[in-house]
């Protein structure tokens, strides 16, 4: 729950690399002004309850993240 409920949190880039392939669960919950996020190429998994009560409108999710991950981690006022 590093970014839980910063709510000032508006823009964020992952890191593109080797080591880094999984956005935990509840990273950005209630992180309410986050409207845009950089998911890099690299990240396999996206956890439970990631991105719960964003700022989001659309999210791009890279191919290669585990359509179970997605269905489970990006719960949102328009994600199910």
């Known amino acids: 729950k590093v970014f839980y409920g910063c ?4 823009k964020v880039t992952l890191p593109n690399n080797e080591n880094f392939k999984q956005i935990s669960s509840y990273l950005f919950q209630n992180c309410t002004s986050l409207n845009e996020i950089n ?3 690299s990240v396999t998994s996206i956890k439970s309850y990631a991105y719960e009560n964003t700022g989001f409108t659309e999210i791009t999710i890279p191919n290669n993240v585990l359509q179970g991950d997605v269905k489970t981690a990006i719960i949102n006022n328009f994600f199910i």
């Open 7 to 10: 709510s000032n949190l508006k």
């Open 39 to 41: 998911i890099p190429e």
